[in-house]
T-cell receptor, first 114, second 113 residues
Framework: AQSVSQHNHHVILSEAASLELGCNYS??????LFWYVQYPGQHLQLLLKYFSGDPLVKGIKGFEAEFIKSKFSFNLRKPSVQWSDTAEYFCAVRSNFGNEKLTFGTGTRLTIIP | DTAVSQTPKYLVTQMGNDKSIKCEQN?????MYWYKQDSKKFLKIMFSYNNKELIINETVPNRFSPKSPDKAHLNLHINSLELGDSAVYFC????????????FGSGTRLTVV
């Protein structure tokens, strides 16, 4: 079965700092990887996804993520965060086989201090 | 137009009651889902329907019964509500295939008192 680990539970940064949120997955086969963001009181929105090709994926709002197959990782990055990036961030994995459900990590709460 | 809409947005009810949450998507997606988000923000899949057929049922108590009258609707009925059912329930939809992410509804915050 697939699983996702997000080791950073709560990250606090000042505005303009650089961000990297960790995501590791566990699955023996080919996977597709996603990052979602949930702003306070809102639903989840897709930030970016990877399923093949260039392992460096660019998403919305200046976010990017790098798929490193050898490390089973898909870390999310942003060079300079803004106060409006305060949110919960979820990494998710979806396998190419079986019932293809989207499995989420436990999430990382990001707090940006103005 | 809202892509995935859920009603109601908030639901406060007493233990033992029966309640329903409705979900509709206008994206033409074949697959719909229900997820439960607990107080620690953990998201867990409950059910998945593909074109009205149940394809995922993840060890959810049988007090929870999904119903899909057509591929654009997936409702969730909960019998004999318990305190532990308090959570935010998200409906989502996607195109069939592993390359697609999900589009989520705005969630229903259920509080059982």
């Amino acid at each position: 079965a697939q699983s996702v680990s997000q080791h950073n539970h709560h990250v606090i940064l000042s505005e303009a700092a650089s961000l990297e949120l960790g995501c590791n997955y566990s699955y023996g086969g080919t996977v597709n990887l996603f990052w979602y963001v949930q702003y306070p009181g809102q639903h989840l929105q897709l930030l970016l996804k990877y399923f093949s090709g260039d392992p460096l994926v660019k998403g919305i709002k200046g976010f990017e993520a790098e798929f490193i197959k050898s490390k089973f990782s898909f870390n999310l990055r942003k060079p300079s965060v803004q106060w409006s990036d305060t949110a919960e961030y979820f990494c998710a994995v979806r396998s190419n086989f079986g019932n293809e459900k989207l499995t989420f990590g436990t999430g990382t709460r990001l707090t940006i201090i103005p | 137009d809202t892509a995935v809409s859920q009603t109601p947005k908030y639901l406060v009810t007493q233990m033992g009651n029966d309640k329903s949450i409705k979900c509709e998507q206008n994206l033409g997606h074949d697959t719909m889902y229900w997820y439960k988000q607990d107080s620690k923000k953990f998201l867990k899949i409950m059910f998945s329907y593909n074109n009205k057929e149940l394809i995922i049922n993840e060890t959810v108590p049988n007090r929870f019964s999904p119903k899909s009258p057509d591929k654009a609707h997936l409702n969730l009925h909960i019998n004999s509500l318990e305190l532990g059912d308090s959570a935010v329930y998200f409906c989502a939809s996607s195109q069939q295939g592993p390359y697609y992410g999900y589009t989520f509804g705005s969630g229903t915050r259920l509080t059982v008192v």
